[in-house]
């Protein structure tokens, strides 16, 4: 009897472990149970509001929600990018015009994965569809996840919910095209009106940067990696396409697997294919830093690795990849956070203070033009869903914390500078900003 | 249950074997991918040999995971799913004790490398040993006279459990460890270089089988272990503590998942909460190729897989490439469970290995 005790007494203590390791995978873990919100906590932090920070009275009238990946590699950058939407809001003291605002940070990854899921991201829309508190909504970071989320705001009761994107730059999100799959975009906007706008230039504009880059690194022959993702596979179209162009001759094009152990043979495969580039068309969280190692060990430094906007943060990858992450070129849309000028320097430099003086990531500034965006949208608009998405394709941002754009019918911003960085030390140094021409992107 | 696993396949079909077309079907896809690899070598020589030797390191990594997995089946006939998420355990142990304990940097002198790895080894083992032993007093010897499917489940139910220990302890992202292991070269020859990081590889797999082999056939735990697979109740009868010996089986499965978890986290660098599952399952794959229960065959098997993966993945001429390596992987663990259920070398329990 007492050996049974004792063996239902350690299943007791297994079980309890599992479960708090399943609380840990759930969300975040700062949820305050006296503050909870009217999304989900499963998904979303507590409502950040005025009353809990000495402002304003009661609970707000509506609230908007940012959908990223909050656990994985990319925590670093999404952290930043919730404090940098809640530095605009309690800047604005909760409010957008005549209405209060509150705002929930909701995470659309899980600790299984350690980057966007797609069950989460469907619930996570369905939550912001059904609650019709939720005005509009900043995100999403990776466009896997834009697309699902994108089609059920679009026919929620009540009207489209709103979107802006800080971070998506998947070509068919848009605009159909070369990037894009087939029946891209018209597919994700089953009413026909679109919901959806981005703060960030396209894919079709990053690719050909990245073969721009390629080629004034000297790069003759590229070998393209792609992770399979929506993402991935339509950033290494457009590089494959415009380095054609530009006269690169394309040596080779695989799929890198996640769950590999290994990519020393795949390496082998490049070394033997003659390249003396090769692009990584995909996001670091699919075991990224690991294929940076095995690259490097197998290539050594005289092969160039460049890679799009997928393998930010630079902290993650500099720490995972150690050494080998050196010397790495790395595109992203728009302008670095230490070059924005006017409002965009401002914001920085405010900004960092409350962030420890710690470096921002590349996407932080555009978190808050995002915020900013839909906090203007709101204000112009009459109050109901379907007028902030008509307000959000009125937008027209001059001197803004990334700069003066507008943006346009399909949604998209017309600011379409890329810039390069190159891995050095403890972070990435900005090289070069590319501005691709008509003739390379196609449009 | 091991002459039921070796009744031929399809006799439910005509009360036969099906006719001998399909051993010759076999023996038309093995000539077929000999002459790939043939062609692969006579084209790029050098690439083909640094191909081969990526795959013979990664086989032995796999062989020490397979080994855990035959041993335990040899005895209890039980598939012990958690036995990959031990094997992470010794990895995120490993990695713990390589950048917070010792803290290494790359490549660090020989006098701080080989003490830390000899303590992170005794602690990885130990630890793993007694994990193992732990869900084995657990989740299986109070089902011992259960269905099968009890404590089949059990294993499925423990290897979930250990998982999210890894990840509460060590959260979502892949834990990263600075190389450690030289690699500076052994040998070049024609363009084919083998370096210090894939011999140690080697030279821990190899002495780890012969001495499992020699635990098992010569000595009097390794007797126990064998009368104990062979009939429990008359080994009980004989005077052999039947559980005891079972215990001890999973203490040694343990200790080569933490092996394996060391060499693993030293040779590829990094490892995920569930790295142990994907890989699990490859070492499974492994050990059912070459034979479940058949030591040597473990080994065998996973160097195969990592030959079979590494030449999928590196050779160049009219290769699938890294997007077929995990179909191509489990497509031959259908195909030996099918057509030849006791692997290239024939299951054994311990009493034969």
Redesign the interface.
Known sequence: MRKRLLIGVVAAVAGTLALVAGSYASGEKSARPSARGVLPAGSCAPVYYGPRYGQGRGGPKYIIASDLPMQGANRPQTTQMVAAIKYILAGRKFKAGKYTIGYQACDDSTAETGKWNSAKCTDNGRSYADDRSVIGVIGTFNSGCAKLIIPILNRAPGGAVGMVSPSNTGVGLTVSGLGANPGEPDIYYPTHKRNYIRVVTRDDIQGPAGALLAKSLKIKKVFILEDKEVYGHGVSTTFETAAKKLGLTVTGREAWDPKASSYEPLATRIKQAGANGVYLGGIICNNGTKLVKDLRSVLGTGVKIIGPDGWTPFSSLISGAGSAAQGMYVTVPGAPPESLKGAGAKFVKAFKKTQGGKSLASYVAYAAQSAVVLLDAIKRSNGSRSSVTAQLFKTNVKNGIVGSFKIDKNGDTNLAGITAYIIKGNDGKAIKAFYPTKKLTGR | MVAEARRPPFTWLSGRSLPSVVPLIGLLLVLLVLVWLGINLYK?PA?FF??LL??LT?GA?YGLIALGYTLVYGILELINFAHGDVFMMGGMITATFVTSVFSLH?YPSATSLWPAVLVTLAVAMAGCALLNA?VE??AYR?LRHAPRLAPLLTAIAMS??IQ??G??WK????V?T??VLS?GTIFSLGGVTYTWNKLIVLLITVPVLLGLVWLVQRTRQGKAMRAAAQDRDAAAMMGINVNRTISFTFLIAGALAGAAGLL?VLY???I?F?SGF??GLIAFTAAVLGGIGNLTGAVLGAVLIGLI????????WH?P???W??SIVFSILILILVFRPEGLLGEQTPEGA
């Open positions: 790029t690439d640094t191909v990526f795959g990664n990594v790359d732990t007093r657990i109070p979930f459990i999210n220990i990840l509460a959260g979502p992202a892949y990263s600075p190389p690699r693993y590829f660098t990094n995920r569930d994907q890989i993966q590494a030449f999928n993945e590196g050779l160049s290769a490439g890294s997007s390596t995990q």
